[in-house]
Nanobody, 118 residues
Framework: QVELVESGGGLVQTGGSLTLSCEVSGRTFSPYAMGWFRQAIGKEREAVAGISGNRTTHYGEFMEGRFTISRDIAKNAVYLQMNSLKSEDTAVYYC????????????WGQGTQVTVSS
């Protein structure tokens, strides 16, 4: 059974930092893309960052250089370092993985809440 488990969310003040972790069990996604998405209350889910099997990274336009995605192949994990957090970053953050090259994000975690207080 494939499982993606996020951790590291919480309450932080504006301008603070958090690092989200996503640990995968049940299979390896090392050759394939993984990513982070988020969904705020009343808003649609949006892509935050993605990282391919060869560690090429992509970021949402609102990142403004504040977020960094990385992965540890040996640990079968992906991370999201978030700096200079703003209140508008408040959302549930989800880890996701594709199961094939160029595939869709078919595997999802349960999400972790990030709340940025002003």
């Amino acid at each position: 059974q494939v499982e993606l488990v996020e951790s590291g969310g919480g309450l932080v003040q504006t301008g603070g930092s958090l690092t989200l972790s996503c640990e995968v069990s049940g299979r390896t996604f090392s050759p394939y893309a993984m990513g982070w998405f988020r969904q705020a209350i009343g808003k649609e889910r949006e892509a935050v960052a993605g990282i391919s099997g060869n560690r090429t990274t992509h970021y949402g336009e609102f990142m403004e250089g504040r977020f960094t995605i990385s992965r540890d192949i040996a640990k079968n994990a992906v991370y999201l370092q978030m700096n200079s957090l703003k209140s508008e970053d408040t959302a549930v953050y989800y880890c996701a993985a594709t199961g094939s090259t160029g595939g869709t994000f078919d595997y999802w975690g349960q999400g972790t809440q990030v709340t940025v207080s002003s």
